[in-house]
């Protein structure tokens, strides 16, 4: 079978199936080995469009996007021309370009996603999908942990990297086979409401309800392991959505217990408060970002420029970006595309939390999907871990699916 006749077979009716096969397998990869995971979701993304095109301008939602991409482009033209931009002689103009690769292939993918995660079971098989495929997550962090096992691990010629860097690297936080213990920290507090709702399924195996359990306990310890703080407050937020505040003192006493058995210490950093003296820096952040905002707040400054444009501003200590997403949009595309794209989500959120939270279910995967997903604002909000490939590709599956729950429940 040459390509031509494998492309036609591929958008064929029955190719839908094909599609949701190469999703899912996408998914499962997305953590471990991300060139394979893009590989099999660009072949359901083009599945999708082949057969929904014409549904796409139909969408409000896309079409918010669509015009979120066209101001983004256009802040990338109008930067890329002007004089006093070229004169920062360090500065590559290419990475303007580069950068976008962050957002328009995800709005098209946040279409795209959608034709897989429509009804509940497509969303049960998801999450089988995302749990199966974070289990190398735990075998690093493992690694790391107990064994001393540093990176980074590389293989088949590189393409796929462990990073495993040692803790000391990063404040002692443990990254597993992330670049940096708040990725892993985002990915743990994202999948462990998943575990809890497939461990809550299987009480009828026992086989699988104590691998659940077993991904559970450790899903929680190592969030405490990362050093995260967005994390361990993703956790005690989801514990709060998910349960009744008895049954959630509970959990935290046993947690705790848990916890200290693992760890032989508490954990005392995490509830000290030098953290407040640890977002300090933030706020000096937030400040100087507000001022370049202000400087140019129709077209921003560009993509990827804020390293160098903060030192170039006198900035007291490096800065990759501005930790929070919001501000990190206005900075680099400006005031509209950050209002659009902001309220788009935030509206996404608001509409489906209303219907999800107003059914008073008990655990479902559609509660349990919402609780994960907002673990995507209270990062966003105060660190950026979306520049991740892994954890952006996540947020725009996540936020699929929660279009499709506020279209599925009636």
Not at 297 to 323: C, E, V
Request: charged fraction near 10%.
């Amino acid at each position: 079978m040459n390509f031509f006749s494998f492309y036609k077979y591929l958008t064929e009716k029955n190719s839908k199936k094909i599609g949701f096969i190469f999703f899912n397998l996408g998914i499962f990869f997305l953590s471990s080995a991300l060139p394979l995971s893009i590989l099999f979701l660009i072949i359901s993304i083009s599945i999708t469009i082949y057969h929904n095109k014409q549904y796409f301008f139909k969408d409000k939602w896309n079409i918010s996007l669509l015009i979120t991409s066209i101001l983004m482009i256009t802040s990338c033209i109008y930067n890329f021309l002007r004089n006093d931009y070229i004169k920062l002689s360090e500065l590559q103009n290419y990475s303007l370009w580069i950068d976008l690769f962050n957002w328009i292939p995800l709005f098209i993918a946040f279409f795209g996603f959608q034709e897989y995660l429509k009804t509940k079971k497509q969303r049960f098989i998801f999450a089988n999908s995302l749990i199966f495929g974070s289990v190398p997550v735990f075998i690093s962090c493992a690694m790391q942990k107990w064994f001393g096992v540093y990176g980074p691990l590389e293989f088949f010629n590189s393409l796929i990297v462990w990073y495993q860097d040692p803790p000391s690297q990063h404040g002692g936080g443990l990254t597993g086979l992330f670049s940096n213990p708040n990725y892993t920290g985002f990915w743990l507090a994202v999948i462990w409401p998943f575990i809890l709702f497939l461990f809550n399924k299987s009480d009828r195996n026992i086989f699988k309800r104590s691998f659940f359990l077993f991904l559970l306990i450790f899903s929680i310890f190592f969030i405490f392991q990362t050093n995260s703080r967005n994390a361990i407050l993703s956790l005690l937020v989801s514990l709060q959505l998910i349960f009744t505040i008895k049954v959630l003192f509970v959990i935290l006493i046993i947690l705790i217990a848990s916890y200290f058995l693992l760890n032989f210490y508490l954990p005392m950093t995490v509830i000290s408060f030098s953290g407040v003296f640890d977002f300090l820096p933030r706020i000096e952040i937030w400040t100087k970002t507000l001022f370049f905002i202000k400087s140019r707040p129709i077209f921003g400054w560009g993509g990827a420029t804020f390293p160098m444009i903060y030192l170039l501003f006198n900035g007291s200590r490096d800065a990759q970006h501005s930790h929070n997403i919001s501000l990190q949009l206005a900075y680099s595309y400006g005031i509209p595309v950050a209002l659009i794209l902001t309220a788009t989500i935030f509206l996404l959120f608001f509409k489906s939390y209303r219907k999800i939270i107003s059914r008073n279910q008990n655990l479902n995967i559609d509660k349990v999907w919402l609780t994960s997903a907002i673990t995507i604002i209270i990062y966003q909000s105060t660190d950026i871990t979306y520049y991740d490939g892994k954890i952006s590709i996540l947020i725009w599956a996540l936020l699929g699916g929660l279009k499709c729950i506020l279209e599925d429940i009636k």
